[in-house]
Each structure stands twice: as structure tokens, then as C-alpha cells.
């Protein structure tokens, strides 16, 4: 009985703090399905080759160039890590793939959504000042950190890692000329293109379910904290009452938590609004949110693509400029007169009523599933002609900048990042059969352990090590090096025997 007895009251502090993420996540249902949708959309119709190119300093337009490819790309820290590694071995600058990471998690439409629903449009409003700001000061800071050296190691290294597992990101699998055409498609013909708002459709769809679990993760942690972690707790942790130093050891703090909650991209949103209730400064907000550039996974996976000692100042770094961000944000707005004042949540009611958040959930549920609908019958609008699906991660990636693939039993697969690679080579049959969307070898295709001939010098090669790949009319061609590849682009018409 005493057993029981001392059960019943966690029982009961478990369901509360479940209750409190469930509104939590009610709250803001509305923004997650309008920020993920219009993440599509842009990532969809706006071109990005042009924003990659002529990425190999970190000077002003490189930097502009770079921050704009981030903020239309997705926002999961997994995949933005990913893609900045291949700019990297792509040849573009190590500043400059960092500041690609910053803007890609934190510059995004989906995660500015969220936070005015949940707390506040201050807190959107100065995640787009404290970005720019942080990417300066990395821009100002990086070539001083990330020596050449150091570099040139992690670059061997990465190059080292994609070779040994066929990691052929910069490997176009559409004909130069079908991408091109891809890329410079007027924006007003996108806009008209069921197979472009398809694609778009995919692109929300994948990003949601990537994240999934993040957000699963976000908000339960932080129904727990709304509700078991007492005020002195919090006290103990941020210090109050202290003028400046409170600003500066709550801002050292936040971006400490985030290491240590194992919660990255957007899932981090709701841990920051349980923090603002705790108490934390407006500055060590934006520091946290920040920060999930350095949380523990991400940490680990820097430690795979560069070694440790250019983890350890990545590491450094960020963590530097993400504490003088947050510092200066929260002086901005100081100034301002524009930090808030509420300390509670957004649905710290936790009960159920029909309100305008309701309405707009039930509108918003329709328009998740018409997307869901029509990401699942792209096929049918013409859409994911050079597109693919992770079938670990359910994340979309384009054929010509995927991060990493891998052929099993004659298909082609591929992902978003070498982790979900490697959980697909650990397990294949799980994921194989799991149906993800992958590419089918052509007709064209060399049996397995067969050799193929590079068509501009002659050379033989093996498809499955060959460090470049082309389709053309439906044909495909392996080369023995990027000057063979590069060849062929300028001229397919005299290589191409088929024409």
C-alpha cells in the first residue's frame, strides 16, 4: 500500500508534465505546419546553384552568398552539417561552410514562426538580429581559429572519409543541361507547376518527418521542466538581481544546456520557453537557441568529418560567438525597450478550449494533409525529376548535391548526411524494404564487378569507386577524374557515342 502510495503522486507529475507539452505543442501546431510548408516552398522555388558558387573566401559576398543558401535550405543541424561538409570538400571555404550551418539552423522561416507563437515575437525578432551578427563575427574570427594547416588535415580527412564510402557529393545524376534547365526556370513557371508545388509539397513533408523526433523530444522535456523543476532550482542556476553579470552568466549558461540536452534544430524552441519560465535572461535565450549548432550530437559528428582538433575549435568558437551574440542582441533590445516581460507559457492553461489557436489548427490540420496528399502523389504531377528521398531519414535531397549514397541490390539510394548512411549500410534490408523513394539503375547500368570505359580518355574505370558520374539521354557515363567530367560537360555531343 505505502508502494502505491508513493507511486500515485509521480504518476500524477508525469501526466501533468505530459499534459503541459501536448498544449505545448497544440499551441503552436498551426505555426509547425505553416513554417514547414512555407520552408518547402522556398526551398523548392528558389534557385541555389548560383548562391553556391564562388564560395572559396569568407569575404563580404561570399559570406552574403553563403548565408543566403543556408536560410533556404533546411533547417535539421544533421543535414546542415552534412551539406557543409560537401561545400567544404567541394572546395568552398571552411569559414564559409561554418557560416552556411549558422544560417541554415537559425535564419530559417519555420523556427521564426514557432518562437512568436510560443514566446513571443521579441524572441523571433532577435534571432534574425543575433544571426547576422554571430555570422560576422565568425566571418571576422574564423581565418584566425581555422588555420590552414589545421584545414588542410580536416580536408584530407573528409575527402579521405568520401572516397572510402563512394561519398560522390558533388556528383550530378541528371544531364548538366536537364539542371540547368531546372535552375533557371522562370520563378513565375514554378509558381504554375504542379510538379514544382509537388516537389515543394515533399520537401515540407520530408522536413517534418526528419524532425520528428526532436520535436517528440523538445516538448516533452519541456512539459517537465514547466512543471517539476521548482523556482528554486531555477534561482540556483541563473543568477537575478545582478545588473550586467546577470546578463553575462545567463548567456554563458544557455548555450552550456544546449550541449547537454541532446536536442538540436527546431525541437530546441520549447526547452528555450521552459528556460524564459525558469527565469533565464532574454540574452541567454537567444545564446541556447543558438547553441544547438554544439549540442552533444552535433559535437560528435564535427569529431567524424574533421578529427578533434578542429572540432575543439569549432567547438570554441561558436560557443564564444554565440555568448557575444546573444549579449549584444540583448542590448539591442534593451535599448529598444523591446525584451517582454511575461514569464510563462503560451499554453500554460493546459486545457482544452475552442479559441482562434483551435480554428486555426483544424485549418492548418486540412492544409497538412492536402501537402501530405500531394508529396505522396508527386509522381503523378511530374515532380521529383531530380529529387530523392533518405530512406533512413525521410529527408528530401537533390540527386546532384546529395551529401552521400549507396547502391544495394541494383538501387541507387540516397541521404542527407554520412549518419544515415551508415545506419542504412548497418541495416539495409530494413530500410530497403521501408519502400523510401530511390533511383533505379538504367538500362545502362555495367552488371556488378563489371568495368566500364571513361568515354573522353579511354580509361577503365570501376562504377561503383568512379570519382565522377553523368546521365545523359537516359545514359550513363563514369570518368576517371573531375578534368575527364568536366570535358564531357562542355561537349556531350562528341564523347556521347550514342548520339
Not at 567547438?315 to 511575461?342: C, D, K, N, Q
Not at 549514397?405 to 542527407?416: E, N
Not at 570501376?462 to 545514359?475: C, G, K, V, W, Y
Request: overall charge neutral; glycine content about 8%.
Amino acid at each position: 500500500m505505502n508502494f502505491l502510495l508513493g507511486v500515485s503522486p509521480v504518476l500524477v507529475d508525469v501526466g501533468r508534465s505530459l499534459r503541459e507539452g501536448f498544449f505545448m505543442f497544440w499551441e503552436t501546431l498551426w505555426a509547425l505546419v505553416l513554417g514547414f510548408t512555407l520552408s518547402g516552398a522556398v526551398q523548392a522555388f528558389v534557385p541555389k546553384d548560383q548562391m553556391r558558387a564562388k564560395l572559396g573566401n569568407h569575404r563580404a559576398t561570399a559570406v552574403a552568398r553563403v548565408s543566403g543558401y543556408g536560410m533556404v535550405s533546411s533547417s535539421c543541424s544533421y543535414a546542415a552539417s552534412a551539406m557543409s561538409k560537401s561545400l567544404f570538400v567541394k572546395g568552398a571555404d571552411f569559414t564559409s561552410s561554418m557560416i552556411f550551418m549558422v544560417a541554415s539552423t537559425n535564419l530559417v522561416v519555420e523556427l521564426g514562426i514557432v518562437m512568436i507563437v510560443l514566446l513571443g515575437w521579441q524572441f523571433a525578432a532577435a534571432e534574425f538580429v543575433g544571426g547576422p551578427i554571430m555570422i560576422v563575427l565568425l566571418a571576422l574570427t574564423g581565418g584566425f581559429v581555422f588555420t590552414p594547416p589545421i584545414v588542410t588535415r580536416a580536408l584530407q580527412r573528409a575527402r579521405g572519409e568520401a572516397n572510402a564510402g563512394h561519398d560522390h557529393a558533388a556528383m550530378p545524376m541528371v544531364s548538366a543541361e536537364r539542371q540547368a534547365q531546372l535552375e533557371e526556370e522562370p520563378l513565375r513557371s514554378k509558381f504554375r507547376s504542379p510538379a514544382a508545388w509537388s516537389d515543394a509539397s515533399s520537401y515540407a513533408v520530408a522536413d517534418a518527418t526528419m524532425l520528428r523526433r526532436e520535436l517528440v523530444i523538445g516538448y516533452f522535456v519541456a512539459g517537465f521542466l514547466a512543471t517539476l523543476v521548482p523556482d528554486r532550482a531555477w534561482n540556483t542556476l541563473f543568477l537575478h538581481g545582478h545588473g550586467l553579470w546577470t546578463s553575462v552568466e545567463n548567456a554563458f549558461v544557455g548555450p552550456l544546456i544546449a550541449v547537454l540536452s541532446w536536442v538540436c534544430s527546431i525541437g530546441n524552441v520549447p526547452l528555450a520557453a521552459a528556460l524564459w519560465s525558469g527565469g533565464i535572461s532574454f540574452g541567454g535565450v537567444i545564446a541556447f537557441i543558438f547553441a544547438d549548432l554544439i549540442a552533444m550530437p552535433l559535437i560528435l559528428i564535427y569529431r567524424k568529418f574533421y578529427g578533434w582538433q578542429l572540432t575543439v575549435r569549432i567547438v570554441a568558437l561558436f560557443y564564444a560567438v554565440m555568448v557575444i551574440a546573444g549579449m549584444i542582441t540583448e542590448g539591442v533590445f534593451h535599448v529598444l525597450g523591446a525584451i517582454p516581460s511575461r514569464r510563462t507559457f503560451a499554453a500554460s492553461t493546459a486545457h482544452f478550449e475552442w479559441n482562434y489557436t483551435s480554428y486555426l489548427n483544424v485549418v492548418f490540420i486540412l492544409l497538412a494533409i492536402g501537402v501530405w496528399w500531394l508529396a505522396r502523389n508527386r509522381r503523378r504531377f511530374g515532380g521529383g525529376e531530380s529529387y530523392a528521398i533518405d530512406p533512413v531519414c525521410a529527408m528530401q535531397v537533390r540527386l546532384d548535391n546529395a551529401p552521400a549514397r549507396t547502391t544495394h541490390d541494383g538501387r541507387t539510394y540516397y541521404f542527407c548526411s554520412d549518419r544515415c548512411k551508415e545506419k542504412f549500410d548497418a541495416d539495409p534490408i530494413r530500410y530497403s524494404d521501408a519502400g523510401g523513394p530511390t533511383e533505379p539503375m538504367p538500362h545502362s547500368m555495367p552488371p556488378p564487378n563489371e568495368r566500364s570505359v571513361d568515354p573522353v580518355c579511354g580509361m577503365t574505370v570501376d562504377p561503383t569507386s568512379a570519382t565522377e558520374q553523368r546521365i545523359l539521354n537516359d545514359d550513363r557515363f563514369w570518368f576517371c577524374g573531375a578534368d575527364c567530367a568536366q570535358q564531357f560537360d562542355e561537349h556531350p555531343s562528341r564523347f556521347n557515342r550514342s548520339t
